[in-house]
T-cell receptor, first 111, second 114 residues
Framework: GDSVTQMEGPVTLSEEAFLTINCTYT??????LFWYVQYPGEGLQLLLK?????DKGSNKGFEATYRKETTSFHLEKGSVQVSDSAVYFC??????????FGQGTRLTINP | NAGVTQTPKFRVLKTGQSMTLLCAQD?????MYWYRQDPGMGLRLIHY???????AKGEVPDGYNVSRLKKQNFLLGLESAAPSQTSVYFC?????????????FGPGTRLTVL
């Protein structure tokens, strides 16, 4: 079945550092790809999305590009802030329109 | 516009007790979902519904039942709770819109089974 693999966490960075969280997927067909963010004590919120190959999703300074050739959707941000501390989930929408999530990556940003 | 709401927010049960979690959405969404979140395992789909009166099994349905009698509500039931069902439960909903099923999540219910 379809699956999503994220880099192991936790990830700890200093403020203003560059962030990359790796995400690769296995799927039949052409899934849509998502990054969700979960702040402490809250539910998940959609951060960005991409629906086809070479699409770039972006929001709040975060970016991710749908790479069909490498089956990847890596999350990047050029300069992280303390407020970016959260758990980040990569996900794909399968052929039955259900979301398949990666295991999540906990990010902590120190001032 | 409240989005997706869940009740209760917290609950402690003893093994063998039953309970129902309620999810409500006010966005007129067709699809609704129940997930559980466990450390290091991401979110796993328990059951879902593609419209009023319909339900379907997800990845981990055993020990749970669901009902979707009204479009805006999706109930998750535990008939005989077990410690393995200790988890955080999230409800989500999405619209039937062009195949891009962005899901909107509720704040979660933290359930402990002793």
């Amino acid at each position: 079945g379809d699956s999503v693999t994220q880099m192991e966490g936790p990830v700890t960075l200093s403020e203003e550092a560059f962030l990359t969280i790796n995400c690769t997927y296995t799927a039949t067909g052409y899934p849509s790809l998502f990054w969700y963010v979960q702040y402490p004590g809250e539910g998940l919120q959609l951060l960005l999305k991409a629906t086809k190959a070479d699409d770039k999703g972006s929001n709040k300074g975060f970016e991710a590009t749908y790479r069909k050739e490498t089956t990847s959707f890596h999350l990047e941000k050029g300069s992280v802030q303390v407020s970016d501390s959260a758990v980040y989930f990569c996900a794909l929408s399968d052929q039955a329109q259900k979301l398949v999530f990666g295991q999540g990556t906990r990010l902590t940003i120190n001032p | 516009n409240a989005g997706v709401t869940q009740t209760p927010k917290f609950r402690v049960l003893k093994t063998g007790q039953s309970m129902t979690l309620l999810c409500a959405q006010d966005m007129n969404h067709e699809y609704m979902y129940w997930y559980r979140q466990d450390p290091g395992m991401g979110l796993r789909l328990i059951h879902y519904s593609v419209g009023e009166g319909t339900t379907a099994k997800g990845e981990v349905p055993d020990g749970y039942n669901v009902s979707r009698l009204k479009k805006q509500n999706f109930l998750l039931g535990l008939e005989s709770a077990a410690p393995s069902q200790t988890s955080v439960y999230f409800c989500a909903s999405s619209a039937l819109a062009g195949g891009l099923h962005e899901q909107f999540f509720g704040p979660g219910t933290r359930l402990t089974v002793l």
